[in-house]
């Protein structure tokens, strides 16, 4: 379990499916307490049971989610939360192109179906996954176990912290486990100097960008961390491309 | 009713941004945006947490900062085990740790 998957093209559907499900699972661990928060945060801000659970369901993106509720709270006009929860979301649009070369030749109603459980995990452990299985037919079943994990893992939480009121809103380690897992995709993912400096021109704008309103510094890291990214492998050709 | 006018926009608002290149059957891209795009992993993924670590109530700390020592064991972990179960588990059990040695 959790362990980078080795390419295995003769894998039946349900095995692809369970592998992704077998591999999402230590990420689903930090998933838990931030649906939680996300249920416990829209009970306090005065929604009902149904609309939390409609808002996990409907919205499905907790960081858009908390920050809708922030605002919420705090008394915004409704097209100032709605644009700024937009905002935080456009990064979707570059998993959406990405993952559009891994799944670009599936039928309609299943890329339809997998933009809606497209999300920051999905998509980075599935284009890992697929990147390391390259040049095999590129199935969606490891990508559709990944994302139905998440998909009930964020609604069960939500539940429970709808039910569970503030009771345990606020650990330390709630704000901990997210990142962590993150960086535990990161730092296996840094296999060449174009990445390595990628990811530490992306995350210095970042840091420098983290009071930015509505998720623009997430917006300049990946631009700059993008061209950094793409400059460095051109001008050293010899580099193996990733 | 603003609840409701509030999910219903972002959660149809989000979808369409989900759906936008996965709407095209095998898009093809121009290659200096393919380039890119195998730089969007790495790259999201030190801009989400990077602020997370060092940026404590709007200001970068790099001082009495808890997440600090166990992101750098957490990052050991993931480079010389490559098991995303172990980092996590070893992150979270140094961040317990050390704070439970400092209060």
Known sequence: ?242 | MTPWIMIIAIGVGTYLLRLSFLAMSKPTYPAGMAKALRYVPVTVLAALVAPKIFVINEDLTLIKNPYIIPAVLASLIAWSTKHLGLTIAGGLLAFWTLTWAIS
């Open chain 1, 1 to 242: 379990m959790g362990q980078v998957p080795t390419p295995q093209p003769d894998l039946t559907p349900f095995k692809e499916f369970l592998a992704g499900v077998s591999r999402i699972s230590p990420v689903l661990l930090g998933v838990i307490p931030f649906g939680v928060v996300a249920g416990v945060t829209a009970t306090e801000a005065g929604f009902s049971f149904i609309q939390t659970v409609a808002m996990s369901v409907i919205v499905f993106a907790g960081a858009s989610q908390l920050a809708a509720l922030g605002l919420y709270v705090s008394g915004e006009p409704i097209a100032v939360i709605i644009f700024t929860a937009l905002l935080i979301n456009l990064r979707m649009v570059v998993y959406s192109a990405s993952l559009a070369t891994y799944l670009g030749h599936l039928k309609f109603r299943w890329r339809a179906l997998f933009a809606y459980l497209l999300t920051d995990q999905g998509f980075l452990v599935s284009s890992q996954h697929y990147e390391n299985t390259k040049p095999a037919i590129q199935t969606p079943y490891f990508f559709f176990g990944v994302s139905l994990a998440l998909w009930t893992t964020w609604q069960a939480s939500t539940v429970l912290g709808a039910l569970l009121g503030s009771t345990l809103a606020s650990l330390p380690e709630l704000k901990f486990a997210i990142p962590l897992t993150f960086l535990a995709l990161l730092i296996p993912a840094l296999k060449d100097k174009p990445s390595i400096a990628a990811a530490l021109s992306s995350g210095c704008v970042a840091i420098i960008g983290a009071d930015w309103p509505g998720g623009l510094g997430l917006g300049a890291a990946l631009i700059v961390g993008l061209s950094v990214g793409v400059f460095l492998e051109k001008t050293a050709p010899e580099q193996e491309s990733p």
